[in-house]
């Protein structure tokens, strides 16, 4: 598990280096659905209370987790406290789960306690109870509004895949309300996010700062304006750029340049990302907005051979990932 501290240890045999190593094992197996790994790690007679409440023996839970639907799992702010008892431990803490179940994705916070035992020399679990908690990001959406729900649930989608650092630098095209920049900045991310200053749609130039201030990220977002078609940013500036619901509303004899800009910023081994709103979407947006322009493929204006590509089926969005090919 990461991030542990350890409080009130009752041993010091080298029983928390083991318990370490064994709780890792269980994070590996339970992200990956690995059968085998689960049925070693986990007792005979575990019980799992499930955030539902259901609880669940040890068949229950490996058939669960062993899933061919479910998709790997992630976590984030994890945090978790270790106390060892010569033959047993209790492992306490919080996290942040994602991942997706039939083809759905899934976010949900939650505390856990973890009953370890060794009765045999070996550390295997006997009983897992999770409690459901509001995360930063339920906390947000219920500040900024649904559109930013939509935004965070497809934006985990694109982020699982690319798997980047933390702190990484990236740039958000296409302010707008900043629901995307400000995501970004919850994640962890160095954000710059722009749009230009000629942009008079009903979608350009909102109060983003404000919403920002709001989700608490003000201070790690940067604004500059630029034209898409030639930004200011030097070659290999960022570890990814996004485009969430803009590609649309660029022209279309502007499309290429746009994509052309933006692989040129991004580094040598980052990716370029947009979403456009699947047929679902677009009929919400046009009951709000008639003349909302249909989505668009970014594929259609990349002649590019080294580029590779990606599609992902979002909730809301189509999700397009480009990068280059390996030497």
């Given amino acids: 598990m990461s991030g542990t501290t350890d409080h009130d240890d009752r041993t010091d045999d080298g029983s928390r280096d083991a318990l370490r190593a064994a709780g890792a094992a269980y994070g590996d197996a339970y992200q990956a659905g690995n059968r085998d790994l689960l049925e070693r790690v986990l007792a005979d007679d575990y019980v799992f209370i499930a955030l539902d409440g259901k609880a669940l023996t040890k068949a229950e839970a490996i058939t669960r987790w062993t899933d061919p639907s479910r998709g790997a799992a992630t976590f984030a702010d994890t945090e978790s406290h270790i106390r060892v008892y010569d033959r047993c431990a209790v492992v306490t803490g919080r996290q942040t789960e994602s991942g997706s179940a039939g083809r759905k994705a899934y976010t949900v916070a939650y505390r856990f306690t973890v009953v370890w035992a060794r009765p045999k020399g070996r550390w295997q679990v006997v ?12 906390t947000n959406a219920d500040i900024l509004g649904p559109r930013f729900a939509i935004v965070s649930k497809d934006g985990a989608l694109a982020l699982r895949e690319l798997g980047l650092p933390a702190g990484a630098a990236v740039l958000d095209v296409g302010t707008g309300s900043g629901n995307f920049a400000i995501y970004l900045a919850l994640e962890g991310y160095r954000v710059v996010t722009g749009e230009p200053h000629t942009d ?7 109060d983003w700062a404000a919403r920002a201030d709001q989700a608490g990220v003000r201070d790690r977002i940067r604004f500059e304006s630029f034209d898409a078609s030639r930004m200011p940013f030097a070659a290999g500036s960022f ?8 590609l649309h509303h660029v022209t279309e004899r502007a499309r290429s340049d746009v994509l052309r800009e933006a692989l040129r910023v991004v580094k040598a081994d980052g990716s370029v990302v947009f979403f456009e709103p699947r047929q679902e979407m677009l009929e919400k947006l046009w009951v709000d907005d008639p003349d909302h322009p249909p989505a668009a493929n970014p594929s259609d204006y990349i002649s590019d ?3 590779r590509q990606r599609r992902i089926e979002g909730l809301y969005m189509d999700i397009f990932i480009y990068s280059r090919s390996a030497a």
């Fill in 200 to 206: 008079t749609s009903r979608y350009a130039n909102q």
């Fill in 305 to 307: 051979r080294t580029v």
């Fill in 127 to 138: 009983s897992e109870h999770l409690s459901a908690v509001e995360s930063p990001r339920d």
């Fill in 239 to 246: 570890d990814a750029v996004f485009f969430f619901g803009v």
